[in-house]
Nanobody, 123 residues
Framework: QVHVVESGGGSVQAGGSLRLSCEPS?????YAWFRQGPRKEYEFVAA????????YYADSVKGRFTISRDSAKNTAYLQMNSLKPEDTAVYYCAVSVYYLGSYYSDREKYANWGQGTQVTVSS
């Protein structure tokens, strides 16, 4: 069983920045961030594979968020800049021991999830 530890959430004003970290145990092939907003819907945010060659972003965060991976630390990051109030949500790191390819945004494909971290952006 893969254990996933997240950190880095908090409260910022609009235009501010936060960085989320995701540290799973074991060898991981696919990493992703999802978020759950006030209406409790899940939204795909970003995904990266082990080699950091394949990277995807939701249109709503493209150009503002950057997903990356530090192989030496077995940790993935989500750098969030130019934050907006609509980015307020609980952010979850999801990982898979498989390369998910075109299924990168399908949350059902990720078997292991972190506990979630709250991000609140005030106007």
């Amino acid at each position: 069983q893969v254990h996933v530890v997240e950190s880095g959430g908090g409260s910022v004003q609009a235009g501010g920045s936060l960085r989320l970290s995701c540290e799973p145990s074991g060898r991981i092939e696919s990493y992703a961030w999802f978020r759950q907003g006030p209406r409790k819907e899940y939204e795909f945010v970003a995904a990266i594979d082990r080699s950091a060659i394949t990277i995807y972003y939701a249109d709503s965060v493209k150009g503002r968020f950057t997903i990356s991976r530090d192989s030496a630390k077995n940790t993935a990051y989500l750098q969030m800049n130019s934050l907006k109030p609509e980015d307020t949500a609980v952010y979850y790191c999801a990982v898979s021991v498989y390369y998910l390819g075109s299924y990168y945004s399908d949350r059902e494909k990720y078997a292991n999830w972190g506990q979630g971290t709250q991000v609140t952006v005030s106007s």
